[in-house]
């Protein structure tokens, strides 16, 4: 016989990045951090900006933390508002169950009054007026208006599957109109490093460009050599 689970199980101990490595994330474009991770650690392009950002900023960065609620149930995810204590994403996995909403615009305002940063999910939101008169950043797969359970079980602070990759509590989480990068919390400081190098390259060619640059210095050389073949 299986017995019935707890409602909910929460993480105790939630590992942080310190003030100062979330603040070398902000204002820092996904691209920059998927460069830095290798090409690594997007999430799947199904999760995207609300609305595409025409309504709302939809541009953070901070720590995740986690939230399994399971397909169409939202229990979990009211959890993880004890937990917060300010400037996290709040990341929820609902198995990527796409036939009802995986939040509204009262719990993403209730993320927001906690101190909330933004709000990822593998699902769809509803709400969308209210989710804009909020104003919180939010990532989603979509809309609808269908309502989920609040019944669990679900966990609050342990790793997560979510758009292909897992994603645990204390992994920084950079967001903007792109999509969603994951820093894996062990490689916080190393893509920080990186990140400088990968700035001023991209200032460099920015500028370039700016100047009129009409392709890289390395095309010519490539289309005359034998790795080109020219067919009539």
């Given at each position: ?12 101990n ?22 830095a ?31 399994y ?49 933004g ?77 400088e ?36």
């Open positions: 016989m299986i017995e019935n689970p707890p409602r909910l199980i929460i993480k105790r939630i590992s942080r990045p310190t003030k100062a490595q979330v603040a070398a994330f902000q204002n820092v474009p996904t691209s920059f951090v998927a460069d991770l290798d090409g690594k650690g997007a999430l799947s392009e199904n999760i995207q900006p609300l609305g595409a950002g025409r309504d709302i900023k939809c541009v953070a960065a901070g720590p995740a933390i986690t939230a609620s399971g397909p169409a149930d939202v229990l979990a995810s009211f959890a993880v508002l004890d937990l917060i204590e300010g400037g996290e994403m709040v990341v929820v996995s609902s198995d990527a169950h796409q036939s009802c909403a995986a939040a509204g615009d009262r719990l993403i305002g209730m993320y927001k009054n906690c101190g909330s940063a709000f990822i999910t593998d699902g769809p939101v509803r709400d969308y007026s209210g989710i804009v008169e909020v104003g919180l950043p939010v990532w989603c797969t979509g809309l609808t208006p269908a309502s989920p359970y609040m019944s669990g079980p679900g966990t609050v602070g342990f790793p997560i599957q979510i758009g292909g990759q897992q994603v645990e509590t204390g992994d920084m989480i950079v967001a903007d109109l792109d999509g969603v990068v994951v820093v894996p919390f062990a490689k916080i400081d190393d893509v920080i490093q990186k990140l190098r990968i700035k001023s390259l991209e200032a460099e060619l920015d500028a370039q460009v700016a100047q009129g640059l009409k392709m890289p210095k390395w095309l010519p050389d490539l289309m005359k050599g034998s790795d080109v073949r020219y067919e009539d």
